[in-house]
């Protein structure tokens, strides 16, 4: 159980850093929360500024990603311990969830964080690289058709747990395959009122510039 707890803690710490947030009010001078659509990823602060949306990106993926590595490296040191070893699948399957839960609804935000995409991203390459490459690729094969990375990434979660399964990438793991579907219900959850502009025809497609003749 202290394995447990000590990876949800850590992997939570790490997934709150708002770092949206953070380049925004340093580079710009803004709270991002107050423009676009308040959200603090990368795609809302990419509004503003291309480069550090796509900072925004990097940072928030590989903050995932090192949460997974701490749960692993916590997995490690508690296989040598002599008195009750946890399954290291599960460690790191805590450490996914609270890794994005942590973005999602970062403390010090009061609990107003983003949507989990990219973070979800470095959480899925540490664990699940080839179901995050074909999911990668339906995501861009969705917003190059119809232009709205909110379809891709709603469509492209939904996905991602029967990837997993179908590639048997999960390693035989039920907490595995349980994090993967609670990630991708906690992203669509996430995207609620994007579903809504879908619905209603009024979500804001992606800008493409066409090639003129």
């Given amino acids: 159980m202290p394995f447990y707890l000590a990876t949800a803690v850590i992997a939570y710490l790490l997934g709150s850093i708002p770092f949206g947030y953070i380049l925004v009010r340093i580079f710009r001078g803004q709270d991002v929360r107050e423009s ?119 469509i492209a979660a939904a996905a991602f747990p029967l990837i997993a399964y179908a590639l048997h990438d999960y390693h035989s793991s039920p907490a595995m395959m349980a994090a993967m579907c609670a990630i991708a219900a906690l992203i669509i959850i996430k995207h609620h009122e994007n579903i809504r502009r879908l619905l209603a025809s009024t979500e804001s497609r992606l800008p493409f510039k066409r090639t003129q003749p």
């Fill in 36 to 154: 676009g659509s308040g959200n603090i990823g990368a795609t809302n602060v990419a509004r503003s500024s291309p480069a550090l949306g796509a900072l925004t990106l990097l940072l928030d993926a590989t903050k995932g990603f090192l949460a997974v590595t701490a749960g692993s490296l916590i997995a490690v040191s508690a296989a040598h311990a002599p008195a009750q070893r946890p399954s290291p699948y599960t460690v790191v399957a805590v450490a996914a969830i609270f890794a994005v839960a942590g973005h999602m609804f970062p403390i010090w935000l009061k609990f107003r964080g983003g949507k989990g995409v990219a973070t979800s991203v470095g959480v899925f390459l540490a664990l699940v690289p080839k179901t995050l490459l074909l999911a990668l690729a339906l995501f861009v094969a969705l917003v190059a058709v119809f232009r709205y990375v909110s379809l891709g990434s709603i």
